[in-house]
T-cell receptor, first 111, second 115 residues
Framework: KQEVTQIPAALSVPEGENLVLNCSFT??????LQWFRQDPGKGLTSLLL?????REQTSGRLNASLDKSSGRSTLYIAASQPGDSATYLC??????????FGQGTELSVKP | GAGVSQTPSNKVTEKGKYVELRCDPI?????LYWYRQSLGQGPEFLIY????????DSGLPNDRFFAVRPEGSVSTLKIQRTERGDSAVYLC?????????????FGPGTRLTVT
């Protein structure tokens, strides 16, 4: 049974700092992995999707990496801004169907 | 085009009542998913439709929960005899099976409160 874990559960950093969010999964036979952002009381916004054959994806200040063999993904955020404050969720897709989510990392970027 | 939409945005109901939650997927998306998110947790899968049929309903917690997608577009999640433990945000997502990525796009959710 696939299980997804995100560490840390919460993170507070000063503005401008580079930071890394971690995601681990127990079954390496994944189809893809998605990183989402969720603002309080809102739905999920897809940030990056990495296919199982890919090692990383980049969008602006965000870079997501995938190491399938070790069951890990990281989301790197460069030069963090207060507007980056949100909960970040990692989710894996085993068969092109349902997503299995981690519990999320609540990020706070202080001005 | 328009994203995934869900109605209502908020629903308050009394214990024991019946509720229906609606999801309008992105036009042309053949796959539709329902998830449930409790406070402080990641979303949990409920059911997945491919066209009109349920391809995977393994996440439905019990037989009080039922979902339909009769024409392969709009879906309705139905909850009978609601319980306080059903209180959560219900999220809907859709994806295009023509995209090899199977990227899922989420709606804003329906916040259900059972009193």
């Amino acid at each position: 049974k696939q299980e997804v874990t995100q560490i840390p559960a919460a993170l507070s950093v000063p503005e401008g700092e580079n930071l890394v969010l971690n995601c681990s999964f127990t079954d390496s036979a994944i189809y893809n992995l998605q990183w989402f952002r969720q603002d309080p009381g809102k739905g999920l916004t897809s940030l990056l999707l990495i296919q199982s054959s890919q090692r990383e994806q980049t969008s602006g200040r965000l870079n997501a990496s995938l190491d399938k063999s070790s069951g890990r993904s990281t989301l790197y955020i460069a030069a963090s801004q207060p507007g980056d404050s949100a909960t970040y969720l990692c989710a894996v897709n085993n068969q092109g169907g349902k997503l299995i989510f981690g519990q999320g990392t609540e990020l706070s970027v202080k001005p | 085009g328009a994203g995934v939409s869900q109605t209502p945005s908020n629903k308050v109901t009394e214990k024991g009542k019946y509720v229906e939650l609606r999801c309008d997927p992105i036009s042309g998306h053949t796959a539709l998913y329902w998830y449930r998110q409790s406070l402080g947790q990641g979303p949990e899968f409920l059911i997945y439709f491919q066209g009109t049929g349920a391809a995977d309903d393994s996440g439905l917690p019990n037989d009080r929960f039922f979902a339909v997608r009769p024409e392969g577009s709009v879906s309705t999640l139905k909850i009978q005899r609601t319980e306080r433990g059903d209180s959560a945000v219900y999220l809907c997502a859709s994806s295009s099976q023509r995209e090899a990525s199977y990227e899922q796009y989420f709606g804003p959710g329906t916040r259900l409160t059972v009193t």
